[in-house]
T-cell receptor
Framework: GDSVTQMEGPVTLSEEAFLTINCTYTATGYPSLFWYVQYPGEGLQLLLKATKADDKGSNKGFEATYRKETTSFHLEKGSVQVSDSAVYFCALTDRGGGRRALTFGSGTRLQVQP | DSGVTQTPKHLITATGQRVTLRCSPRSGDLSVYWYQQSLDQGLQFLIQYYNGEERAKGNILERFSAQQFPDLHSELNLSSLELGDSALYFC??????????????FGPGTRLTVL
C-alpha cells in the first residue's frame, strides 16, 4: 500500500536558519503530494501541494518539489521564524480515484529558537 | 479558522462506554473524512462520507461507526471504549468526492480520553 516516510524530529533551529524536512513516499499509482502543518492545539492546515512530477508547491516562504525519480517531496524554507514552530506532516493521496483519503507521514516537530 | 467545526473539544469517559463525536463541514463541502491521531499510530484515516453515503473505509474498528446526515454534518460513534482509543479525532471536509487536488480542510479535533 501507499506510505510516507518523514525524518524524525524534533528539529531544533535558530531563527533565520535554513530548514529542510525530508519526505519520501511509496505509492502504487501517481499520487498528489501535500505538506500540512499543525500548530499547538490546532487542527491541520494545508501548507502546500503538488500534483505532478517537477511541480513546485510554495506558500509562506516554504517550498517543496515533486521528484518522481527519487519519490521525494522535501520541505524547505530559507529563513525560519519562531512562529514556524509546529509539527509538519507530509501526505499523499492516490489520484487514481480508488482511494480518496490522505496517507500521512509520522510528522516532524520543528522548534525554532529566538 | 478552517470553517470545519467539531464538538466537543474534550471528552473524558470510562472504558466500556459509548461516545458520539460531531462534525460540521465547511459550507458547500459534501465530503467528510474522519481521522484518528494517536501517539503510537500517528494520523490514520478512518472513514469517508460523500453527500450522505459511505465512500471509503480505512483502519476503522468494528466498534466504531459513522454517518452523515441530510444537512451534511457527520457523527462518529465509538462504543465499548478501550484505553487504547484515547486519541485526537479529526474531521476534515472537501468539496468533491475525489479530485486531483483533494484539498481537505481540518477541524480543530476532539480529544478523547478513556480512563
Amino acid at each position: 500500500g501507499d506510505s510516507v516516510t518523514q525524518m524524525e524530529g524534533p528539529v531544533t533551529l535558530s531563527e533565520e536558519a535554513f530548514l529542510t524536512i525530508n519526505c519520501t513516499y511509496t505509492a502504487t499509482g501517481y499520487p498528489s503530494l501535500f505538506w500540512y502543518v499543525q500548530y499547538p492545539g490546532e487542527g491541520l492546515q494545508l501548507l502546500l501541494k503538488a500534483t505532478k512530477a517537477d511541480d513546485k508547491g510554495s506558500n509562506k516562504g516554504f517550498e517543496a518539489t515533486y521528484r518522481k525519480e527519487t519519490t521525494s517531496f522535501h520541505l524547505e524554507k530559507g529563513s525560519v521564524q519562531v512562529s514556524d514552530s509546529a509539527v509538519y506532516f507530509c501526505a499523499l493521496t492516490d489520484r487514481g480515484g480508488g482511494r480518496r483519503a490522505l496517507t500521512f507521514g509520522s510528522g516532524t516537530r520543528l522548534q525554532v529558537q529566538p | 479558522d478552517s470553517g470545519v467545526t467539531q464538538t466537543p473539544k474534550h471528552l473524558i469517559t470510562a472504558t466500556g462506554q459509548r461516545v458520539t463525536l460531531r462534525c460540521s463541514p465547511r459550507s458547500g463541502d459534501l465530503s467528510v473524512y474522519w481521522y484518528q491521531q494517536s501517539l503510537d499510530q500517528g494520523l490514520q484515516f478512518l472513514i469517508q462520507y460523500y453527500n450522505g453515503e459511505e465512500r471509503a473505509k480505512g483502519n476503522i474498528l468494528e466498534r466504531f461507526s459513522a454517518q452523515q446526515f441530510p444537512d451534511l454534518h457527520s457523527e462518529l460513534n465509538l462504543s465499548s471504549l478501550e484505553l487504547g482509543d484515547s486519541a485526537l479525532y479529526f474531521c476534515a471536509s472537501s468539496v468533491a468526492e475525489t479530485s486531483v487536488y483533494n484539498e481537505q480542510f481540518f477541524g480543530p479535533g476532539t480529544r478523547l480520553t478513556v480512563l
